[in-house]
């Protein structure tokens, strides 16, 4: 059985988990594929968040998450 989602719900699931439109350039889409492809994630989602911390971390130097 599944569980529908009120209004309410949905609108706190989205306060929390915040939706981003993103159309990859051809380059980036490359990395991205390639990354997918090593394994190490099984998702477009996983692929962004790593690399994201990665670049933040080279950006910074923070190895923290802010």
Avoid: W
Wanted: with cysteine; proline share 5%; aromatic share 6%.
């Amino acid at each position: 059985m599944t569980q529908k989602s009120t209004p309410a719900r949905l609108q706190r699931y989205r306060q929390r988990n915040r939706r981003y439109e993103f159309y990859p350039s051809p380059d980036v889409m490359d990395i991205i594929e390639h990354h997918l492809a090593t394994g190490a994630e099984k998702c477009v989602a996983g692929v962004l968040d790593n690399l994201l911390r990665a670049g933040h971390r080279a950006v910074t130097g923070n190895g923290g998450t802010k």
